[in-house]
C-alpha cells in the first residue's frame, strides 16, 4: 500500500485513504472507528437534498459530526 499526504485545496490531509460515504453504513460512530484506525477522510451518510432542504430532523442525525476530528465542514444550513 503507497499511503502518502493528499492535498485538496488549501486542505492536507495524512494520507490518501478515503472512506466513501455508504448509505446506513457511514454513521458518526463508524468514521470516529475509522479515523481512530487511520482513515485520511470520511464522509458522512448519503443524503437526501430534498430531506436537507426542509430539514428533516432524521437526516440532521445522519450529517452529525460532533466529536469528530477535523476537517470538517459546518451546515450552516442547518442554523
Known amino acids: 500500500m503507497y499511503l502518502k499526504p493528499l492535498k485538496i485545496g488549501n486542505?492536507?490531509?495524512?494520507?490518501?485513504?478515503?472512506?466513501?460515504?455508504?448509505?446506513?453504513?457511514?454513521?458518526?460512530?463508524?468514521?470516529?472507528?475509522?479515523?481512530?484506525?487511520?482513515?485520511?477522510l470520511t464522509f458522512t451518510e448519503m443524503a437526501s437534498a430534498k430531506a436537507i432542504f426542509y430539514g428533516d430532523e432524521k437526516t440532521k442525525l445522519l450529517l452529525d459530526s460532533k466529536g469528530e476530528e477535523g476537517p470538517i465542514r459546518s451546515a450552516d444550513f442547518w442554523k
Open 11 to 40: 486542505i492536507t490531509l495524512e494520507n490518501n485513504i478515503l472512506l466513501a460515504p455508504m448509505a446506513g453504513i457511514t454513521d458518526l460512530p463508524f468514521r470516529i472507528i475509522c479515523k481512530k484506525y487511520g482513515v485520511g
